[in-house]
């Protein structure tokens, strides 16, 4: 039931629940964490290194040493370094320039770092196989090593160049520095779980550890939470005991004298209103109850010392408020003037 208190007071305590707001940001930075650890999963390789310029004898130097490192990786897991890939390349030779992109190849160095990998020599032998066709398509663009590229070739490269080059396929756009910024931070947080995961197989003893910290760190969060609710209880007792009689007594009399101004207009119901809760705040000044909004009358009666006077006036007051208010019984003159004298009675007492 809410509470309607009189336009001329103001509720002098703040709400109690304001203390929840710290325990929700600790949850959302959990879940934040959580979720930077999922992104970084998929979002760890998005890195593109920069595009450098090579001659064609270049690039046939650059696909050699790759052909060497998928060897060496196949050899050996630890010798599987995507960043020993090196840049991507823009290649200009006689009469066509092209780029190549080596993100495949420094996601499958990634990957083959797990000896476990399954497939993994299938995978490698597949990299080395497209470096090899790599290899002779640029000895058949350029002649077979004679120098002059072979005219077919050429010209289904300047084809292709000219379909790429239609609008419907100019939707690619280049890496932004903020993109670049981006993919690196994500790469770093790639890696520093990478780092933890493998840390962890050396160290058997750090997930138990990890464990039970996190867990008394959570029942650390809850202690504080409790001290901290009970530090405002406190409080709110505090200063609860420091308002004066004289201020609940006004209270009590403002919805008095709504009740009066509400019965002069022959308004019997809304009067019996009033009247329940000036019963109701003049208790609060003899240090009853503390005030809470949310209490039902019920919960007011029961709050008394059992058949007391206090609580048979307030329970006959109560009755006739919950048949007008909530069971919407006509209200009549003569159910105002009895309730105006229970509420005499209880300010008496």
Same mark, same amino acid.
């Given at each position: 039931?809410?509470?309607?208190?009189?336009?001329?007071?103001?509720?002098?305590?703040?709400?109690?629940?304001?203390?929840?707001?710290?325990?929700?940001?600790?949850?959302?930075?959990?879940?934040?964490?959580?979720?930077?650890?999922?992104? $970084?999963?998929?979002?760890?390789?998005?890195?593109?290194?920069?595009?450098?310029?090579?001659?064609?004898?270049?690039?046939?130097?650059?696909?050699?040493?790759? !052909?060497?490192?998928?060897?060496?990786?196949?050899?050996?897991?630890?010798?599987?370094?995507?960043?020993?890939?090196?840049?991507?390349?823009?290649?200009? +030779?006689?009469?066509?320039?092209?780029?190549?992109?080596?993100?495949?190849?420094?996601?499958? /160095?990634?990957?083959?770092?797990?000896?476990?990998?399954?497939?993994?020599?299938?995978?490698?032998?597949?990299?080395?196989?497209?470096?090899?066709?790599?290899?002779?398509?640029?000895?058949?663009? $350029?002649?077979?090593?004679?120098?002059?590229?072979?005219?077919?070739?050429?010209?289904?490269?300047?084809?292709?160049?000219?379909?790429?080059?239609?609008?419907?396929?100019?939707?690619?756009?280049?890496?932004?520095?903020?993109?670049?910024?981006?993919?690196?931070?994500?790469?770093?947080?790639?890696?520093?779980?990478?780092?933890?995961?493998?840390?962890?197989?050396?160290?058997?003893?750090?997930?138990?550890?990890?464990?039970?910290?996190?867990?008394?760190?959570?029942?650390?969060?809850?202690?504080?939470?409790?001290?901290?609710?009970?530090?405002?209880?406190?409080?709110?007792?505090?200063? +609860?005991?420091? &308002?004066?009689?004289?201020?609940?007594?006004?209270?009590?009399?403002?919805?008095?004298?709504?009740?009066?101004?509400?019965?002069?207009?022959?308004?019997?119901?809304?009067?019996?209103?009033?009247?329940?809760?000036?019963? &109701?705040?003049?208790?609060?000044?003899?240090?009853?109850?503390?005030?809470?909004?949310?209490?039902?009358?019920?919960?007011?009666?029961?709050?008394?010392?059992?058949?007391?006077? !206090?609580?048979?006036?307030?329970?006959?007051?109560?009755?006739?408020?919950?048949? &007008?208010?909530?069971? /919407?019984?006509?209200?009549?003159?003569?159910?105002?003037?009895?309730?105006?004298?229970?509420?005499?009675?209880?300010?008496?007492?």
């Amino acid at each position: 039931m809410r509470r309607l208190i009189p336009p001329t007071l103001s509720n002098p305590l703040r709400s109690r629940f304001k203390h929840m707001r710290l325990a929700l940001r600790r949850t959302f930075l959990l879940l934040a964490l959580a979720w930077l650890h999922a992104a $970084a999963q998929s979002g760890g390789l998005l890195l593109q290194p920069p595009t450098r310029e090579s001659t064609a004898s270049e690039y046939r130097a650059h696909v050699e040493s790759l !052909r060497g490192l998928v060897r060496a990786c196949r050899d050996d897991a630890k010798a599987c370094d995507p960043a020993a890939v090196g840049d991507d390349e823009k290649v200009a +030779s006689p009469g066509e320039t092209f780029q190549v992109r080596r993100q495949w190849l420094r996601k499958l /160095l990634d990957d083959a770092h797990n000896p476990e990998l399954a497939d993994r020599n299938a995978l490698l032998d597949q990299a080395s196989a497209r470096l090899d066709q790599e290899l002779r398509d640029q000895e058949l663009a $350029a002649g077979g090593g004679g120098g002059e590229p072979q005219p077919a070739f050429a010209q289904a490269r300047r084809d292709a160049n000219a379909i790429l080059a239609r609008p419907e396929f100019r939707i690619v756009s280049g890496e932004s520095w903020l993109d670049r910024k981006v993919a690196q931070f994500w790469d770093w947080v790639n890696r520093f779980f990478s780092a933890a995961a493998g840390f962890g197989h050396r160290a058997p003893w750090l997930g138990p550890v990890l464990e039970w910290s996190f867990v008394g760190l959570v029942l650390l969060f809850l202690l504080i939470w409790a001290a901290r609710t009970l530090q405002r209880e406190r409080l709110a007792i505090s200063l +609860s005991s420091m &308002i004066p009689a004289s201020h609940w007594q006004k209270e009590a009399d403002n919805w008095a004298e709504l009740a009066r101004l509400e019965a002069e207009k022959g308004n019997w119901r809304e009067a019996i209103h009033c009247l329940y809760w000036a019963s &109701i705040v003049a208790l609060e000044s003899h240090r009853l109850w503390r005030r809470d909004n949310a209490r039902t009358p019920r919960e007011y009666v029961e709050l008394l010392e059992p058949n007391s006077p !206090r609580q048979i006036t307030l329970r006959s007051i109560t009755r006739i408020f919950e048949r &007008i208010w909530y069971g /919407l019984r006509v209200a009549a003159h003569e159910d105002y003037a009895q309730a105006l004298a229970l509420f005499e009675e209880l300010r008496r007492a």
